[in-house]
């Protein structure tokens, strides 16, 4: 019996509009930038044309990357709410793939901007095994201070109360067939830009690796720390990599893709010790990216932002199998390595519209 489970970051899977550009100029668009309003009523159906004329083609090719990635069980990050996953399964993911994930599962979270962690299942995977969702359990309300995970490293940009999440951690107990598994959906703290003179991975480290720790905290609390034998996946975007493919070159003159590990970060403080899998690192080297990163120029890289980390039982049994990376959904201006490249969805932009600036991580895992 098989499960196959998958994560991707749909990028602001959002039925709202954001009006804040007219007043802070980093909140809005770039196109937004190219015209002058003499008020807010003309920027905000300017902004409005502007996103619906966008969203569709996005949403298409959103549908489409999940379609692909064929999962029974789907973590998503930056989905707004219920509603708004409703609307899209309907009026897109349905089109494309019929009746498929009934069972949704969406708790509000700690995140300013509104964006939530979420998961949906099948009925039945393809095994024909029913699948059941047993709880939901939301940890959002947890403080540096209530799991005893503040440090000094911590103090310039948090207080001992604060909460640990930026967005949540969503602990989902589930049923396969007659076998138990628990998937903690996540989404960490972004990197951010740098700030006097400070990279902002390394800026914004600390939070990462408080939340790795208190995902982890919270498995061992639950299953002991070596996990109990039991079945359990991390899924979700960690905003951190423990490697890169660093990008030189041009066009004119080829790009170059060389390798580069990173410094310790919050992917380590989940592998530490054999606690988990990152069942990417199955892949060639070169092969494990999904997102690519750019600031122009002098800084572009390849790197891994999305995981399944599998427990020690999970990935014990699913030994033999490989995670597969949907990249179909990339915009043209990502630079792939040569021999990797794939054919993209229809109506795919340069840079817009895309199916997100991430992609779809699924695995098939044995569970007997």
């Not at 990152?278 to 060639?284: C, E, L």
Request: charged share 30%; net charge negative.
């Amino acid at each position: 019996m098989t499960v196959r489970i998958a994560t991707f970051n749909a990028e602001n899977l959002l039925s709202r509009f954001d009006f804040s550009g007219f007043r802070n100029e980093l909140r809005q668009d770039r196109v937004a930038q190219l015209y002058e309003f003499e008020t807010e009523a003309q920027y905000r159906q300017a902004e409005i044309a502007r996103a619906v004329s966008l969203t569709d083609d996005t949403r298409q090719m959103t549908a489409l990357a999940i379609a692909d990635a064929d999962a029974d069980i789907l973590c998503l990050q930056e989905v707004e709410n219920l509603d708004t996953l409703h609307r899209f399964e309907y009026g897109y993911l349905f089109k494309m793939i019929g009746d498929g994930y009934r069972h949704k599962v969406l708790l509000d979270g700690n995140d300013t901007r509104g964006i939530n962690l979420a998961l949906m299942t099948r009925d039945r995977t393809l095994d024909g095994a029913a699948i059941e969702i047993l709880d939901v359990k939301s940890h959002a309300h947890e403080t540096y201070q209530s799991m005893g995970l503040y440090t000094p490293d911590l103090a310039e940009m948090q207080k001992p109360q604060d909460r640990i999440f930026k967005r949540d951690c969503l602990e989902v107990d589930l049923k396969i067939g007659t076998t138990r598994l628990t998937v903690f959906v996540v989404h960490f703290k972004s990197m951010g830009s740098p700030r006097d003179g400070i990279d902002g991975r390394t800026r914004t480290m600390p939070v990462r690796v408080a939340e790795a720790r208190a995902v982890r905290k919270i498995i061992s609390d639950r299953f002991g720390p070596d996990g109990g034998g039991k079945r359990y996946v991390i899924a979700g975007d960690f905003n951190d990599y423990a490697e890169k493919l660093v990008i030189t070159g041009d066009r004119r003159n080829s790009y170059k893709f060389t390798p580069e590990d990173a410094e310790d970060g919050a992917v380590k403080v989940l592998t530490a010790g054999g606690f988990s899998e990152n069942v990417v690192a199955r892949r060639p080297e070169m092969d494990r990216w999904t997102l690519y990163h750019t600031r122009g120029p002098e800084e572009r890289h390849l790197c891994q932002l999305d995981y399944l980390l599998a427990s020690p039982a999970l990935a014990g049994i699913s030994r033999d199998r490989q995670p597969d990376i949907i990249r179909a959904g990339q915009p043209w201006r990502t630079l792939f390595p040569q021999g990797q490249e794939v054919d993209r969805y229809p109506r795919t932009g340069w840079d817009r519209p895309k199916a997100s600036d991430h992609c779809p991580v699924a695995m098939t895992f044995d569970l007997v």
